[in-house]
C-alpha cells in the first residue's frame, strides 16, 4: 500500500507515524522541503498541490491520498485532482465545512443538546473569542473584561467571522475519529476493562 500525505506539519507527522505502523510505502507532498514529517516518509516531494499537473504526475501509484493540513484552497485542488484520477482520498468535504467552522459546528451542538459554553454576553467575563474558520488554536483568545475587549476589537464590536463564548477553565481535550459511513475508531487510547477508551 502506497500512500501520499499532503502536508508535513503536525497532522503530517501523525498520518506519517501510523502509516510507517501500518507498514505502508509513504510520499510526503509539501510546498515547504523542511517540514517535520519529511525524516519520516519514505520520499517527500515539493510542490504546492494546486499544481495539477504536478500532482498528478506524483499520484501515479498512490493507493490513497491522506490530507494533513487545513488549507480550504489546497483541500479543493486536492479533492478534484483525487476524483479526476479516482484515487481514494481520506476527506470528507461536507463533514471538513461542518468541523471546521466554530459557529456551524456550535448550531449542530445546539440542536442535538449537547453542552456548549454559554454565547458571549457583555457582563459575563472572562470569555474566550476565535476566528469562526481557522485551525484550531489560531487566532483564539481569553478576553478578562470590557477595556481588554475593547483594545483588541475596537469599539465596533466582535469583527464578522469571529466568535465570543463563556470562558470554561480547565484541561482541554481533543479525540481522533476515523471512520466509513456506519463503522467509527478512535485509534487512539488504552482500552478499559468495559472496552471504552480511556
Not at 510507517?20 to 509513504?26: E, L, P
Not at 522541503?33 to 519520516?40: D, K, N, T
Not at 484552497?73 to 484515487?87: G, N, V, W
Not at 476565535?130 to 476589537?153: C, L, M, Q, W, Y
Request: hydrophobic share 40%.
Amino acid at each position: 500500500m502506497q500512500v501520499a500525505i499532503v502536508g508535513g506539519k503536525l497532522q503530517g507527522i501523525e498520518a506519517a507515524y501510523l502509516a510507517k505502523k501500518a507498514g505502508w510505502q509513504t510520499l510526503l507532498i509539501d510546498s515547504n522541503p523542511c517540514v517535520p514529517a519529511s525524516g519520516l516518509c519514505d520520499r517527500t516531494v515539493q510542490f504546492d498541490v494546486r499544481n495539477n499537473e504536478e500532482l498528478l504526475l506524483q499520484l501515479e501509484g498512490v493507493d490513497l491520498i491522506i490530507p494533513a493540513m487545513e488549507d480550504q484552497e489546497s483541500l479543493a485542488a486536492l479533492k478534484r485532482t483525487a476524483d479526476r484520477c479516482k484515487k481514494a482520498i481520506a476527506f470528507d468535504p461536507s463533514a471538513y465545512a461542518l468541523s471546521s467552522s466554530k459557529a456551524r459546528s456550535n448550531k449542530l451542538f445546539k440542536k442535538m443538546g449537547l453542552s456548549a459554553p454559554a454565547p458571549f454576553s457583555a457582563d459575563a467575563y472572562p470569555i474566550v473569542v476565535k476566528p469562526d474558520g481557522k485551525s484550531g488554536s489560531a487566532g483564539v483568545a481569553v478576553i478578562t473584561n470590557a477595556h481588554a475587549f475593547e483594545k483588541r476589537f475596537g469599539g465596533n464590536g466582535l469583527p464578522k467571522g469571529w466568535i465570543a463564548q463563556s470562558y470554561v477553565s480547565g484541561p482541554s481535550y481533543s479525540i481522533e475519529v476515523i471512520g466509513i459511513p456506519g463503522q467509527y475508531i478512535t485509534p487512539s487510547g488504552d482500552r478499559s476493562a468495559n472496552g471504552r477508551d480511556v
